[in-house]
């Protein structure tokens, strides 16, 4: 996780602590960086917490440490953003920095939001990934979870227009009551729930999904991106 451990936003389904961020540290690219080379990873997920407090929502920062990692390293790198507040040239300068996959994750469905990240804007978080997928060589990704009352039908449009926003990847999971103070879980969805998303996913037209009861956005990150180019090499074949 990039840029500290305190968010400036308030969602009510994370864990992660909301305040006053301190500024990035400027080495922490370089940092990283040589951590992956000692670590002698091959798939790397770049998160961060939210910084609005930031006038680029801290994408200079993603992309730097991007950058750091390409100049030492041959892994795979795969970033979760944030909406940067919706900025097109905050998007674009991660973009630019040439991540293999961009993932921003969606949360829930559009009714929720208002209860769910008041903060966040569907209608934003989508234009974001359809930046992303405008570049080819850039694998989109994003995430929702289930269990906060959303119904059967909002989940359906919900993957469609992810769809349609170029999206290849997407994770599905249950949401999990951090605290009593976040919100509470309106329902736990059974298994065989989960491979009925999984399975309408691919009928609506996303490449790879992975739902199940205890996925998340970075879950088996490599192994789902494979998932994605065996996909892409059977549609080749056929």
Request: aromatic residues 6%; neutral net charge; hydrophobic residues 35%.
């Amino acid at each position: 996780m990039l840029m500290g451990r305190i968010c400036t936003r308030y969602c009510r389904f994370c864990a992660v602590e909301g305040g006053t961020p301190a500024q990035p540290e400027v080495d922490e690219p370089r940092r990283i960086a040589e951590a992956i080379t000692r670590m002698k990873l091959r798939h790397v997920v770049l998160t961060s917490v939210t910084r609005d407090d930031l006038p680029d929502g801290g994408a200079a920062h993603f992309a730097e440490t991007i950058y750091a990692i390409r100049r030492r390293s041959d892994a795979f790198v795969e970033v979760l953003t944030p909406d940067f507040g919706g900025q097109k040239e905050a998007v674009a300068a991660v973009l630019d920095a040439a991540p293999d996959i961009f993932n921003h994750n969606v949360e829930t469905v559009p009714r929720l939001y208002p209860t769910v990240r008041p903060e966040a804007d569907y209608e934003r978080s989508l234009d974001v990934l359809k930046q992303g997928s405008k570049r080819r060589k850039i694998k989109t990704k994003s995430g929702f979870m289930v269990g906060l009352g959303e119904t059967d039908d909002e989940i359906r449009v919900l993957m469609q227009d992810l769809h349609k926003s170029g999206v290849n990847i997407i994770t599905i999971g249950q949401y999990l009551q951090p605290s009593e103070e976040h919100l509470p879980v309106k329902r736990f969805v059974p298994p065989e729930e989960f491979d009925i998303l999984k399975q309408r996913g691919r009928e609506i037209g996303i490449a790879a999904v992975a739902a199940g009861p205890f996925v998340r956005s970075s879950y088996n990150a490599e192994a789902v991106y494979r998932e994605l180019l065996s996909e892409r090499n059977a549609c080749n074949t056929k």
